[in-house]
């Protein structure tokens, strides 16, 4: 009997408990029990570069030519630079070049141009200017182009490049040769490391494309009226295509 009065206070708590947490849920809502979980998966990383180079002789070369005027009204260097360029473009098509297929108006600007030397803005005549892309198929009258351009009128030649037809099976030979590469330096490494290479868990590449050629330009020789231009003397020479790739392989 006296054992059953001891635990009454016990049962009287108990039941006080809970039914405090019966009110408290209905009032705040339910108690929020989590379990948190982490795995880790450590794995080593092993990442290795590799360079593939091709050679190439160019297919196609790119040049642009052009004409600037400047004149008292719009309508004055507009006319100009339409006119000279319209024969500039006959003196193209007469060398076999496709008005519509390999050439390309790239730019065609005319702007005012401004006297402060009175303290305020004083329009005194205009400057306008056009530049042509023109894609040349046949390497070796890449300088045939360029004078029969200045001859015509255009006081602007510039930005001559050279590329090759189907450049995405040239960058397919440097990207095996890059990767083969890679893959050798990978299984050297392991061996004299002492380590096993597992799957390759990433792959990444860089180009250089075309190396550039350098600018020419016969702009200031033009517009200096020099009485006579020597023919342009431009060689494509050899291009180089350069993939770089990166593999990182799993260690085991």
Sequence with gaps: MKQVKMMVPYFIAVVFFFVGLFVYTRVAGPVALSVNSNVTNQSDIFTVSGEGKVEVKPEVAYVRVGM?????????????IDRVMERVIGSLEGLGIDREKEMETVSYSINPMFDWSSGRQRITGYSASTQLKVKVREIDRVNEVVDAAVESGA???????????????????ARKEAVEQAKRKAEAAAKAAGFRLGRIVNYSEGSNGVTPQPMYDRAMAVEEAVPELSSAKIQPGVEEIEIVVSLSYQIE
């Design 68 to 80: 600037e005027s400047n004149g008292s009204s719009v309508s004055q260097v507009q006319a100009e």
């Design 155 to 173: 006081n602007q030649v510039g930005g001559v490049s050279f590329d090759v037809e189907d450049r995405e099976k040239i960058e397919e030979e």
